[in-house]
């Protein structure tokens, strides 16, 4: 039976594809409208395929850019973009279901399609809730100036073309009120002040007038602001003229920080009695600017005195670099201070939210001593803080997790989410890896490319690079937040599958391989290397055992009047660290950090969050036990698998 149906298939598919063609051959008219059908089937689906792609282009360009842009404001966007295409009806956007939903006619051109979408979302989506308390002229010159930041600076680009062709070049011919007012945007933008001082004042109208009515002389004093800050940063050197804007909505200040000839006078006095003025004088909002570094630390001096006398809160502090005359980049800083006389604490950020609770829990933050560099967050559920000092002696982690995690903790009641600090460098192939939480052992290879502000990261396993990512990308995303690195977390595996042209070079293998040719007892078995953390270029800690010599292990490792070990530091360029391994956690902790039995007092563990507790007898061997830069105890964290580790003294808690 089996064998009777098999025949009769196979003779079906060949007699009825017979059948079909000379239906066809006999019927030439139903042949070509067959192939008429099939054809639009095809171009249907394939037009179809690139309506979705360029429609996800656009969207994905744009809000890169944009969500990049929002880092030197927070709130300045209030939704991403989406767009749907119409067949007919005028193009328009709207805010609707948490997007700003912009319907376009596609058109044969990409770059009308981009510029066009574009225009739509600045107009809708950029300060939302404050556009009715700005001057027309001002609101069109932001949206401009925003406008050419997002699609970039390269007039050269067909899309810029069309931009200044189709959509600059109109608008500011017809009204050369716009003209001039996007001039002068434009240059504030290059300084840096647009977003981080000028619209985030505007975004904080609606709540400062409490949903009042606007009217002529509120929108007045919105151009006015612009015109100031535009007579400030247009102004070549030594800058005489109105500094302050006290009026009903914006009430702010700029503290320029330093004239050379006030300094060399009266020191920092000068900026110090300008800031009290400034406060008792009712400005809500003090931005504190200073160019070039030296500057910037005077002024970093100066917000620090005002935050510890009580004057202000600083809010944020913007650290960046703006392009001179002659091309070479310049730093500078921004710091947002709140006067102590404000009364707009609802209108903070969650960014600034998080800055004020920091202050309030951690002395050393108002003091001046530790450093926010920069605050990611997404709100209720986690918050990265890049932190430093200039004080060596200082692990600002640490302090900032305070003892026992008493500051952590009061921080995640406070806000609601999890909080991790990190330390900044300015080593990004160093500091990366720890935004990430990526363990020096769970790291292959790191490529980073300053120019582009990319990074790639490659790391040893799938279950690493998902840790790294993070649920739903957040890690990833707050880590790309915080260090503006466009971040591509891959496996070793996946170098290899894609072809990356990243040099893998496993880092551990070269410890492994010299360790192997500096001491026998390792290659003829004798000891047994348990495991190793590292810091290329900076330090490594190497566990070993033996059960043949026991606790005599690290002899033969450090060799006669420290020869070997000296050897294998000059090949590997590093602080090379042999640990002894025991299979007592208190133990092999102590081995890790290197702490004198005399200096010990106690070690405690957390055991539900892997965190441990180490008391030393005083400050220069928790100094010692911290090392430079907090590396020592940072490496033995993770050679013992611990998540964090605290150095306290018996008599002063670091």
Not at 555 to 579: D, H, M, Q, W
């Amino acid at each position: 039976m089996q064998d009777d149906v098999r025949f009769l298939w196979e003779i079906a598919k060949i007699s009825i594809p017979a059948l079909i063609i000379i239906w066809l051959i006999f019927s030439p008219d139903k042949a070509e409208r067959i192939a008429s059908w099939l054809a639009r089937i095809v171009i249907w689906s394939s037009e179809s395929i690139k309506s979705y792609a360029i429609r996800t282009d656009i969207q994905s360009r744009i809000n890169m850019r944009v969500e990049k842009i929002a880092k030197e404001a927070p709130g300045l966007f209030g939704h991403p973009l989406k767009i749907e295409w119409i067949s007919s009806d005028e193009e328009h956007g709207e805010i609707k279901d948490g997007e700003v939903i912009v319907r376009l006619r596609k058109k044969l051109r990409n770059d009308r399609n981009l510029v066009v979408a574009l225009q739509h979302y600045i107009r809708i989506g950029l300060l939302p809730g404050a556009r009715q308390y700005l001057d027309p002229p001002v609101s069109q010159s932001v949206d401009l100036v925003m406008m050419h930041r997002i699609l970039g600076s390269d007039e050269q680009t067909s899309t810029a073309q069309f931009f200044f062709q189709e959509i600059f070049g109109p608008l500011t011919e017809e009204d050369k009120d716009v003209k001039e007012l996007s001039q002068k945007l434009w240059h504030i933008s290059r300084q840096g002040t647009l977003t981080r001082v000028v619209l985030r004042e505007f975004r904080l109208l609606p709540r400062k007038l409490l949903e009042r009515l606007p009217d002529d002389r509120i929108r007045s004093e919105t151009r006015e602001f612009v015109e100031m800050i535009a007579d400030i940063e247009m102004a070549r050197k030594g800058f005489i003229g109105q500094l302050d804007y006290l009026g009903r909505a914006i009430r702010s200040s700029i503290q320029l920080v330093a004239k050379r000839e006030t300094l060399a006078l009266y020191g920092l006095r000068a900026h110090k009695r300008r800031l009290v003025e400034l406060v008792r004088g009712g400005a809500e909002t003090i931005y504190i600017i200073a160019t070039e570094k030296a500057n910037a630390d005077l002024a970093l001096h100066v917000a620090y005195w005002g935050q510890s006398q009580g004057h202000v809160q600083i809010l944020r502090t913007h650290r960046f670099q703006i392009p001179s005359r002659g091309g070479r980049p310049i730093a500078r800083v921004v710091i947002v201070c709140q006067s102590s006389s404000s009364i707009i604490d609802a209108a903070l950020t969650p960014e600034e939210t998080v800055q004020m609770a920091l202050i309030k829990q951690i002395p050393e933050l108002a003091s001046g001593s530790v450093e926010v560099v920069e605050i990611a967050r997404s709100p209720g559920v986690q918050t990265k803080v890049l932190v430093d000092t200039v004080e060596e002696s200082l692990d600002p982690v640490a302090v900032c997790n305070g003892p026992d995690r008493m500051h952590m903790k009061a921080l995640r009641q406070e806000l609601g989410e999890s909080i991790w600090f990190v330390r900044w460098s300015d080593q990004y192939q160093e500091m990366l890896p720890q935004v990430l939480g990526v363990k020096s052992n769970e790291l292959t290879a790191i490529h980073v490319d300053s120019s582009s502000k990319k990074a790639t990261i490659v790391v040893e396993s799938a279950k690493v690079a998902g840790r790294a990512i993070g649920k739903d990308a957040l890690n990833v995303r707050l880590a790309t937040q915080l260090t503006g690195y466009e971040l591509e977390i891959v496996t070793r595996d996946e170098v290899h599958a894609r072809q990356y042209d990243i040099p893998i070079e496993d880092k551990l293998a070269e410890v492994r391989r010299i360790l192997n040719q500096e001491i026998p007892e390792i290659g003829d078995g004798t000891i047994t290397i348990v495991d190793i953390v590292r810091n290329p270029g900076v330090q490594t800690h190497i566990a070993v055992r033996s059960r043949k010599l026991g606790d005599r292990v690290l002899g033969p490792c450090i060799g006669y009047a420290s020869g070997t070990l000296n050897r294998i530091c000059k090949r590997l360029g590093e602080r090379v660290f042999f640990v002894r391994w025991a299979e007592d956690r208190t133990e092999y902790l102590i081995n890790a950090l290197g702490i004198p039995k005399e200096a010990l007092i106690g070690v405690e563990f957390d055991e539900t969050e892997d965190v441990a507790t180490v008391t030393v007898a005083d400050s220069e061997t928790a100094a010692m036990v911290v090392g430079s830069r907090g590396e020592n105890v940072r490496l033995a964290t993770e050679l013992t698998d611990l998540d964090y580790v605290e150095i306290r003294t018996r008599a002063v808690e670091m």
